[in-house]
């Protein structure tokens, strides 16, 4: 899923998640795929952003996948050698996995790396 | 410079914005113990610039409140008035921060935003007072780049070509640290010790003499969202933990991935926030 401000969304998107005024209103739910009106409907509720199901949208100064594990490697260089942030580290890495391929993915790349 | 030449120069401040006269009275009122949550939302409200900015603080992602709050006095029975006197305190501070240094205000965020959610998930009564311990907790940095500029810019640089902690060459170029200094002026505007200790120790928790587990979560929420990589809070580098703090707090795998899930999507309505506030800047000029 991919959370996009609400000028880039399109229709045929599907909602991944509801759709929430400013006030905490909820506009639609989750699993509405996006038509123009809808959209529309939304602005004027001063939606700012949705999260739609997929990554159709490169966001200007969005990283891939690759790109944040490695700066997340090096974040942690100083504190390699805790064994705590160690674990945090992967935990987090994983986490990412998850969320931009599923949790499919994350099980394979397990096996393989263990095989 | 040393030590006692900054403290000095900490006594009067005076490259950030006074506090709000309206502090003062505050303070005067809640010593009176008759005063009401409504009493004190009705004096802060005479104030319309104060309100709105109060209100869009209170309403923000990091404390996480389901609905929205619309009154001062309803923010106060809330949020606790030591929450509502510290955001008073310190919104001069952020507006400067946001327009200077956009990425430790997103550092500070961030911090509050896993500080709340962290002391949720260790039951503590009063979660949104650790979230702004979180806000405030890199203060002494705040005030070290408005007060000594150059100093300042010398310890990032210095940092940097060094690829060193900015604490460590801050603490050796200035003799004091930024949570010192964060916790001297938290002392000065006489925020509560609950708030005053975690700044003052967030990088050494175990040394507060009160409030440990506080600090301990900030000390925490400080290295996760320099993990995750938001914001930017001076270097780049994750901080050591302190395992001792960390035996106060420590989370296993589940509840940790739990906390993460939580943070990430708060984090993504943070930058609504931020969005919002450009918004709004936006329109004003
Ligand atoms: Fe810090
Ligand atoms: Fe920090």
Redesign the pocket.
């Known amino acids: 899923m991919q959370r996009i401000p609400i000028k880039l969304a399109k229709p045929g998107m599907i909602l991944a998640k509801e759709a929430i005024t400013p006030e905490g209103q909820v506009l639609c739910g989750a699993g509405t795929e996006l038509s123009q009106e809808v959209i529309a409907r939304l602005i004027k509720q001063e939606v700012l952003t949705v999260t739609v199901e997929g990554h159709p949208v490169q966001l200007p100064g969005e990283k891939g996948l690759t790109e944040k594990l490695k700066e997340l490697d090096h974040r942690f260089v100083k504190v390699k050698n805790d064994p705590v942030l160690r674990a945090l580290k992967t935990l987090i890495a994983e986490f990412w996995v998850v969320q931009e391929k599923g949790e499919d993915f994350l099980q394979k790349l397990k096996k393989t790396k263990t095989r | 410079m040393n030590k006692e030449e900054i403290r000095q120069r900490l006594k009067d401040v005076q490259s950030l914005p006074t506090l709000p006269p309206i502090v003062s009275k505050l303070n005067q009122m809640v010593s009176d113990e008759d005063v009401t949550a409504v009493k004190l939302g009705r004096i802060i409200e005479k104030d319309q610039v104060l309100t709105s900015k109060l209100l869009k603080m209170v309403n923000s992602s990091f404390f996480g409140f389901p609905q929205r709050i619309s009154t001062v006095s309803n923010a106060i029975v809330l949020l606790g008035f030591n929450v509502i006197k510290t955001l008073i305190v310190t919104s001069s501070i952020f507006e400067v921060m946001q327009s200077s240094d956009i990425g430790l205000f997103e550092h500070s965020l961030g911090c509050a935003t896993a500080a709340g959610i962290v002391a949720k998930k260790l039951g503590i009564k009063n979660p949104e007072e650790v979230s702004t311990a979180g806000l405030i ?2 203060l002494g ?1 705040i005030v070290l780049r408005a007060e000594l500029p150059e100093e300042y810019e010398q310890v990032v640089e210095t940092a940097r070509e060094q690829d060193r902690y900015m ?1 460590e060459v801050e603490k050796e170029a200035l003799g004091i640290g ?2 010192e200094i964060g916790g001297i002026l938290a002392r000065q505007w006489n925020l509560p010790e609950r708030l005053v200790y975690p700044i003052e120790y ?2 050494n928790p175990e040394a507060s003499p009160d409030y440990k587990e506080i600090s301990a979560i900030i000390h925490f929420s ?1 290295i996760l969202i320099r993990a995750l990589g938001f914001g930017f ?1 001076g270097d780049k580098w994750v901080p050591p933990l302190d395992h001792n703090a960390w035996n106060r707090i420590k989370f296993g795998k589940k509840d940790m991935t739990h906390i993460l899930e939580e943070v990430d999507e708060k984090l993504a309505e943070l930058q609504d926030f931020t969005l919002d506030i450009h918004k709004d800047e936006g329109t004003e000029s």
Do not use: F, L
Request: hydrophobic share 0%.
């Open positions: 907790h890199d940095k604490r930024h949570g967030h990088h400080d809070g």
